[in-house]
Structure formats: structure tokens, C-alpha cells
């Protein structure tokens, strides 16, 4: 007898807290900005019970991190790791930099972006975006991007605010966000 598959959580709150919260730099660091958005299911509805991970390098390009080959992250405070709850509107918010450019395939860079994870209710396991720039040149030749149907293109670009960036996350249906096979 085999057993049933089951999906993960809602148990974010118990099981996945991270100390540092929503903030992937200290709130006063220079160039800081809020990094916005809604997580929401295929009918539109907001999932309230959602995590939103996000993973960056910093505004040199560099992750912090030991096995980056480029050497130690030297941005003062920096992690690069940020996690955050939905709240009951399917809301969620990172403060964060701009990261810089990092190297791509063969010798290649990518453009600045942030790659995000998101884990909610009916989820077997975590569904991988990334956040690209809405004034990024770059986005133009990265290796990444540019693999992703141009139609689609949009749902990875975050759009202007007043206080920052708005990245909202749609999990399926029409306007599904471009989700990664990690």
C-alpha cells in the first residue's frame, strides 16, 4: 500500500519563521527600497497563506555566500536572503537593493534580478521565479530571460511604485507568472 501524496503547509508561520524577517539588508541602507506584491491563484483570489523567499547578490554582483568564486560579499549588513508571509490579502513585502550583474553561462553576465520562491497551500513543492528590472538595459541580452516566450516576458518584470517595485505573483491561469524548473 503506498501512501498519499500531501501538499506543504499552511504551516509558515510554525515552521519557517526567519529572524530577519522580510528585510534582505538593514531597513537604513543606502539605496534600500520596498519590494512589493500579491500572491494570487488562478482565479485571482488572494492566498493568504503563502512564503515568499527571495535570494540575491548584492549591488556588486556578489552573493553572500562561501562558494561564490568571486570572493566574499563586502556590502556592511547585507544578507541577501529575505522570507515573508502573505497576510490575509495574499500581500507580501522585501526590503531590498538593487543587486548587480552576475556571471551567466560561458562567460556571460545576467542581468540584475532577484530569484524568488514560493511556497503555499496545494503546492507539492516550491514553485521558482525570478524579479527582473523594469529600467534594466541588460534584460535585452540576458541569457535567462531571453529564453522565455516574449509574450510572457512581462509577468518576470517588476513595475514602478511610489517606494519602490511591484512584483505580484499570479500561480496559474492566464496571467500565470513564468515559474523555473530547479
Do not use: K
Amino acid at each position: 500500500m503506498t501512501t498519499p501524496s500531501q501538499t506543504v503547509g499552511p504551516f509558515f508561520a510554525l515552521g519557517l519563521p526567519w529572524s530577519d524577517g522580510p528585510y534582505a539588508v538593514p531597513e537604513d541602507a543606502p539605496g534600500a527600497f520596498w519590494l512589493r506584491g500579491v500572491v494570487v491563484d488562478g482565479a485571482g483570489e488572494p492566498v493568504p497563506d503563502a512564503l515568499v523567499e527571495t535570494w540575491q547578490a548584492d549591488r556588486a554582483g556578489r552573493f553572500d555566500h562561501p562558494d561564490d568564486p568571486r570572493g566574499a560579499v563586502a556590502s556592511p549588513g547585507f544578507r541577501g536572503f529575505a522570507r515573508c508571509p502573505t497576510d490575509p490579502e495574499g500581500r507580501w513585502a522585501i526590503r531590498t537593493v538593487r543587486p548587480g550583474p552576475v556571471p551567466g553561462p560561458d562567460g556571460t553576465l545576467q542581468a540584475p534580478h532577484i530569484d524568488v520562491s514560493v511556497l503555499a497551500r496545494g503546492l507539492l513543492d516550491r514553485l521558482v521565479t525570478r524579479i527582473y528590472f523594469p529600467d534594466e538595459a541588460a534584460n535585452a541580452g540576458d541569457p535567462v530571460l531571453s529564453q522565455v516566450d516574449p509574450i510572457r516576458r512581462q509577468t518576470l518584470v517588476a513595475r514602478e511604485s511610489d517606494d519602490g517595485l511591484v512584483f505580484d505573483i499570479t500561480l496559474q491561469g492566464d496571467h500565470e507568472t513564468v515559474f523555473f524548473a530547479f
